[in-house]
Antibody, heavy 120, light 110 residues
Framework: QVQLVQSGAEVKKPGASVKVSCKASGYTFASYSMHWVRQAPGQGLEWMGIINPSGGSTTYAQKFQGRVSMTRDTSTATVYMELSSLTSEDTAVYYC?????????????WGRGTLVTVSS | QTAVTQEPSLTVSPGGTVTLTCASSTGAVTSGYYPSWFQQKPGQAPRALIYSTGNKHSWTPARFSGSLLGDKAALTLSGAQPEDEAEYHCLLYYGGGQLVFGGGTKLTVL
């Protein structure tokens, strides 16, 4: 069965960076893209970007351009999302969610989320 | 900044039918926006329900259906159950790999 296991909660100070991991299993890792989505407390979902694990190509939401980096390690079937220059507005639960094989708009399985708290 | 708009909240009676909608600030939502819908219960990760307007995932209950309604995407729940009480999020594709979520609709079954 498809599983996406995310890393544990993080507490960061303003200005710092955070790197969240998402380990995939139960399917061919390189064949499906991976999206990152976040949700601030009491707020809606916000799409951050997508990575193609096969070649490592990425597309980021305009809001996060220059501040986010998505990478992957095919040897461990893990994708990473690093967000820099953190502010309190980045406090949120960050989710990885599996995308499609040839499509950018498809999402199916979700990780359980990683809470990132930004506080001085 | 592109905005996707959903009803903030809706209420449906048990066994009743309700339609949630998803509008785009850029104009009419068409199949080319590949509308998707997700259900999220408190403290849980979202769960995918519908993709590409009206296609269901293998785990999606039959009482949920997706469509285009006028100039919006729509999610219809027919025969609401108490366990359907949740937040529902729509997602639209704007090309160039860009996706935007709506603000979510809190659905109460009462």
């Amino acid at each position: 069965q498809v599983q996406l296991v995310q890393s544990g909660a993080e507490v960061k100070k303003p200005g710092a960076s955070v790197k969240v991991s998402c380990k995939a299993s139960g399917y061919t890792f390189a064949s499906y893209s991976m999206h990152w989505v976040r949700q601030a407390p009491g707020q809606g979902l916000e799409w951050m970007g997508i990575i193609n694990p096969s070649g490592g190509s990425t597309t980021y939401a305009q809001k996060f351009q220059g501040r986010v980096s998505m990478t992957r390690d095919t040897s461990t079937a893990t994708v990473y999302m690093e967000l820099s220059s953190l502010t309190s507005e980045d406090t949120a639960v960050y989710y990885c969610t599996r995308g499609g094989t040839l499509t950018s708009w498809y999402l199916d399985f979700w990780g359980r989320g990683t809470l990132v708290t930004v506080s001085s | 900044q592109t905005a996707v708009t959903q009803e903030p909240s809706l209420t449906v009676s048990p066994g009743g039918t309700v339609t949630l909608t998803c509008a785009s600030s850029t104009g009419a939502v068409t199949s080319g926006y590949y509308p998707s819908w997700f259900q999220q219960k408190p403290g849980q990760a979202p769960r995918a329900l519908i993709y590409s307007t009206g296609n269901k995932h293998s785990w999606t209950p039959a009482r949920f259906s997706g469509s285009l309604l006028g100039d919006k995407a729509a999610l219809t729940l027919s025969g609401a159950q108490p366990e359907d009480e949740a937040e529902y999020h729509c997602l639209l594709y704007y090309g160039g790999g860009q996706l935007v979520f709506g603000g979510g609709t809190k659905l109460t079954v009462l």
